[in-house]
């Protein structure tokens, strides 16, 4: 009986198809969010003078019907939530500094995706912000060197191509996408954030698939920082002295 209540806790709850996937989310599946906008005035070529005229906010059919997620609901959902959760990750700068002003991102967006995945032993808001702190050094605006506009970006250093793939709808990851530009990924942390989370649980299905075996997160961030062959990398061991730090 013991068993059998494990092996079910394990399995990921089905997306609610009948209504939003989480409770901070705006529209249910199949739709999303579209924001409140104005359209200018114009003059006809009759010369006929049209008003502005406002569109209010709605929800917007999604052809694709599965959970999307888009830049304008992301940005909706960290105004009105991340200023109330409490909790990890901890109030350490890690001696970078600028490594505390993301806490509230990294809370948030850990919390929502835990939720909406529905894993059993959930992410720990710590590991990201000690994986930030080893990509990026907490600089928003972080790209390694050379020319290509397709390199990575930002505090979780997205590129371009794991971009297309957290949004293509006949893709890998099935559903749960996110749907971001490579401006929004350079010029929003709070977007950067939630693509790199979101990109870190597949890193662990990734890595589940090539262990053969469940994967921890440890795992997770090895593949995602493409050292899943080399485990005591100088980079993983440094992920590990700051992770550590974090949690003391």
Not at 78 to 91: I, L, N, W
């Amino acid at each position: 009986m013991i068993r059998k209540a494990a092996k079910k806790k394990l399995k990921r709850k089905p997306p609610n198809r009948s209504g939003p996937p989480h409770p901070w989310r705006l529209c249910p599946i199949g739709q999303y969010y579209r924001k409140a906008h104005a359209q200018g005035a114009y003059t006809r070529k009759d010369g006929t003078k049209v008003k502005a005229s406002q569109h209010r906010a709605t929800c917007v059919p999604n052809p694709s019907g599965q959970d999307q997620i888009y830049s304008v609901e992301m940005t909706e959902i960290a105004e009105r939530f991340f200023a109330s959760p409490s909790g990890p990750p901890q109030a350490d700068t890690l001696d970078f500094p600028r490594g505390d002003e993301f806490d509230p991102l990294i809370r948030g967006w850990t919390r929502y995706w835990n939720e909406v995945m529905g894993e059993s032993d959930p992410l720990d808001p710590n590991l990201v912000k000690a994986l930030i702190a080893t990509e990026s050094r907490f600089n928003p605006k972080a790209r390694p060197p050379g020319k290509s506009p397709r390199r990575a970006r930002g505090l979780m250093q997205i590129t371009s191509q794991t971009r297309e793939i957290l949004s293509d709808e006949a893709g890998e990851l099935k559903d749960y996408l996110v749907n971001v530009d490579d401006r929004e990924l350079l010029e929003d942390p709070n977007l950067n954030v939630a693509a790199g989370i979101r990109w870190l649980f597949r890193k662990r299905k990734i890595a589940q698939s090539k262990l053969g075996k469940k994967a921890t997160w440890r795992d997770a961030v090895a593949e995602f920082k493409s050292y899943d062959d080399d485990l005591n990398n100088p980079q993983m061991l440094r992920f590990d002295k700051l992770y550590e730090r974090l949690k003391k």
